[in-house]
C-alpha cells in the first residue's frame, strides 16, 4: 500500500464563533498546526454549520479554487460577479477566485441551521478571470457506486476547476466492497466519511475521520455500516 496519513475526525482543529461552528482537517484561521497544512494541492477542508439566520458576510479571495458542497439546509450565495443563488444539498458549487473575487455565504432560513463543506484547492493557473459554477446532481446516481462532481474539464461530468482533480462522492449500503482507480500517477486521494463507516485499503475509518493515500494505483473501499456516505478527493501532490 503506497503512502498514507490519517487524520481522526476528533483531532481537527475546531473553532466556535457562535453563529459558526468549524471543524477544520488542515491549518485554518487561528488554527494553526505545521504537521497539518495541506495534502497535495488540497489545502482547506471545512465542516461548517452556520446558525439560523447568520452567514459569512462580503469577503475576498484570489488565486484558490473554493468549492462548496451543501449537507444540510439552505446557502445563499452572492458575489462580486453578479451572481445570486440559492445552493442545497445536492449542489456543488465552484469558484475560481482568480485576479481576485468577493462573496459571501448567508443562511437566510430563520429555522434551521446550515452544514456544508468547504473545500480550498491551489490552482494549477494563477490570475484567471474569476468564474462561478454551480450544478445540481441526481443523488440517486451515487447510490452504492461513486458520483463523479468535479473534474479539470468543461466537457466532463460535475463542475470543473483550474486543477488536474477529481471529486466523487457515494452512498452505499453496509457491506458493499468497490474499487477507485486513482485517475493520475501524480495524483493521490483525500477520503473524507461524511457519514457512516469504511475501510479503506484496510484502514478503517469513522464518521468525519480523513484519510489520505498516495503512490497507489488504485483503492479498495468497504463500506462497514448502512447509509455510509464518502467524498474521494483525488489532487495532485506537487504543489
Not at 444539498?89 to 441551521?113: L, P
Not at 474569476?130 to 447510490?143: F, G, H, N, T
Not at 471529486?167 to 468497490?178: A, K, R, W, Y
Amino acid at each position: 500500500m503506497g503512502n498514507t496519513v490519517l487524520h481522526k475526525a476528533e483531532t481537527r482543529g475546531r473553532a466556535n464563533h457562535g453563529w459558526l461552528e468549524s471543524y477544520h482537517t488542515f491549518s485554518f484561521a487561528n488554527y494553526h498546526n505545521p504537521e497539518r497544512m495541506n495534502f497535495g494541492v488540497l489545502r482547506v477542508l471545512n465542516d461548517d454549520t452556520v446558525a439560523a439566520g447568520k452567514g459569512f458576510g462580503a469577503h475576498p479571495h484570489d488565486n484558490m479554487e473554493i468549492i462548496s458542497i451543501p449537507l444540510e439546509g439552505d446557502l445563499e450565495h452572492k458575489d462580486s460577479m453578479g451572481n445570486a443563488t440559492v445552493i442545497r444539498n445536492g449542489d456543488i458549487q465552484a469558484m475560481s477566485a482568480g485576479t481576485g473575487i468577493t462573496h459571501s455565504e448567508y443562511n437566510k432560513n430563520s429555522d434551521r441551521q446550515v452544514k456544508f463543506l468547504q473545500i480550498w484547492l491551489y490552482p494549477n493557473k494563477r490570475n484567471v478571470t474569476p468564474r462561478y459554477d454551480q450544478i445540481s446532481l441526481d443523488v440517486k446516481e451515487r447510490r452504492n457506486k461513486f458520483q463523479q462532481i468535479l473534474s479539470p474539464s468543461p466537457d466532463d461530468a460535475g463542475v470543473w476547476i483550474n486543477q488536474d482533480a477529481w471529486f466523487h462522492l457515494g452512498n452505499f449500503e453496509d457491506g458493499i466492497e468497490t474499487e477507485y482507480t486513482v485517475k493520475s500517477e501524480q495524483n493521490g486521494v483525500y477520503a473524507f466519511v461524511l457519514k457512516g463507516s469504511v475501510e479503506i485499503e484496510g484502514q478503517a475509518l469513522e464518521t468525519r475521520d480523513g484519510f489520505g493515500i498516495w503512490d497507489v494505483k488504485s483503492l479498495k473501499i468497504k463500506s462497514t455500516a448502512a447509509d455510509t456516505e464518502v467524498l474521494l478527493m483525488d489532487v495532485p501532490m506537487a504543489l
